[in-house]
């Protein structure tokens, strides 16, 4: 039985928990045992899984003693493998948490990270809203073990690469696990909950670092408030019953919300079987965040989705004739704008750092990206996957993609894989 912890130390979002969760639900019990190090807060992700031991640790303690408490932690449970599950994230908690990648190294135990978004390809340059440009530091090649997750990193060699990475201690696997999937007769009961007959389901998720922003500018904390009107007015555009279900943190008063044809219910958060059950219930999946594990989710699921980036700078004043043309929301919106910068993983931007997972991902062709302040190509994306024939184009997309992903090891292989890549490192070292 080999023993492994997992390192999740992101604040934000749950994003990151999910990922780690659905990799230890993926192993076999027989030969792996999964542990969690996560911050206090995110414990509440766990209250209905007792299938994990789970560890956290608190700002509240201080930098020294969470240290001691981290290094004593890993020691007494003589763990095989730690995996970082965003090895990026952990070097930023350090000023809480007292550990970093040196203090990791020096207990002498295998380390593995998640290259998530193929950071050494794209030299670790982040390009966040507003052009602002980030150097990671290169984390990567200082760990034994490399995992990447598929499908935001789908090898573009097919098996033929896969086995070259294995090579190089580089691991692709499946990071959706195990789903349960919903018979239609549970579906059908779900909806009956929130719509009749014919009308739609829209499902929305906006977590708190989108609403926060990744810098704190006057041009980025204005667009963060219009996330959920952008949507909620586009929708209302269609003229039809829609029911809108929006999960996650919100900024915004209910009562802003009037069109009597949408049906507006906020959920601040759910437990992760009734989130799945409504995601796979709804009609469409909207996000503005490319590489969102929930989008990975969806299409799992097979729910169409569409995800609403920004490719361009917009200054509106210049554009304020082309927008005296558009529906008054806009026209009022694009006055508070003023300027928006371009983002592909919401608001914290990577519009050039995540071109590399895009180009030739087949990934890519399983949901619609379209440009979020493109008034005629919103409204006609809506409408064609809500009410025309583009839902099925999607959901046949989907299906390819499928059967791709389905070539790609599941996380147990992987694994196995890894640990044996240790074996012969550890022979060669003598």
């Known amino acids: 039985m080999k023993r492994i912890l997992g390192v999740v130390l992101g604040e934000l979002s749950t994003g990151e928990l999910v990922i780690a969760h659905s990799f230890a639900k993926g192993l076999n019990k027989n030969q792996y045992s999964m542990d969690f190090l996560?911050?206090?807060?995110?414990?509440?992700?766990?209250?209905?899984?007792?299938?994990?031991?789970?560890?956290?640790?608190?700002?509240?303690?201080?930098?020294?003693?969470?240290?001691?408490?981290?290094?004593?932690?890993?020691?007494?449970?003589?763990?095989d493998l730690i995996i970082l599950f965003d090895a990026f994230t952990m070097e930023y908690a350090q000023h809480w948490t007292g550990i970093n990648m040196d203090v990791l190294k020096a207990l002498d135990i295998p380390i593995s990270s998640l290259d998530e978004y193929d950071y050494i390809n794209a030299g670790y340059k982040l390009d966040y809203y507003g052009i602002f440009v980030k150097k990671l530091p290169d984390l990567l090649s200082e760990v034994d073990i490399i995992l990447k997750n598929c499908p935001l990193s789908m090898p573009r060699g097919g098996q033929d690469l896969i086995k070259e990475a294995k090579k190089k201690g580089q691991f692709y696997y499946q990071v959706i696990q195990e789903v349960r999937k919903l018979d239609k007769n549970v579906i059908f009961n779900i909806r009956k909950r929130y719509v009749k007959d014919d009308e739609k389901i829209v499902f929305l998720t906006l977590s708190k670092w989108e609403l926060e922003g990744a810098y704190s500018f006057t041009s980025q904390s204005t667009l963060c408030r219009y996330l959920l009107?952008?949507?909620?007015?586009?929708?209302?555009?269609?003229?039809?019953?829609?029911?809108?279900?929006?999960?996650?943190?919100?900024?915004?008063?209910?009562?802003?919300?009037?069109?009597?044809q949408i049906r507006y219910i906020h959920y601040r958060s759910l437990p992760v079987d009734i989130f799945e059950e409504l995601l796979q219930s709804s009609d469409l999946f909207v996000t503005y965040n490319l590489v969102s594990i929930t989008l990975t989710k969806a299409v799992d699921f097979r729910v169409p989705s569409i995800v609403l980036n920004n490719d361009k700078i917009i200054d509106f004043k210049i554009l304020e004739k082309k927008c005296m043309e558009k529906p008054l929301w806009y026209q009022y919106m694009a006055k508070d704008l003023k300027k928006v910068y371009p983002f592909t993983a919401s608001m914290f931007g990577w519009n050039h750092f995540l071109k590399g997972i895009m180009k030739d991902n087949i990934y890519m062709k399983s949901f619609e990206r379209i440009q979020v302040f493109n008034t005629e190509q919103v409204n006609s994306t809506l409408k064609e996957i809500l009410y025309g024939d583009l839902c099925d184009k999607m959901i046949h997309n989907i299906n390819r993609f499928k059967r791709e992903l389905s070539k790609i090891p599941n996380v147990n292989e992987a694994l196995n894989n890894a640990f044996q890549y240790l074996l012969k490192l550890d022979e060669k070292r003598g």
């Not at 560890?55 to 969470?66: A, D, I, K, L």
């Not at 586009?234 to 999960?247: A, W």
């Open 38 to 79: 996560i911050p206090e807060e995110k414990n509440v992700f766990f209250e209905k899984d007792s299938e994990f031991r789970v560890h956290t640790v608190s700002r509240n303690c201080g930098v020294t003693h969470n240290q001691r408490h981290i290094i004593s932690l890993i020691k007494s449970n003589d763990y």
């Open 229 to 260: 009107p952008l949507i909620y007015n586009y929708l209302s555009e269609l003229d039809t019953k829609i029911c809108l279900i929006h999960v996650g943190d919100s900024c915004w008063n209910e009562s802003e919300f009037k069109n009597p």
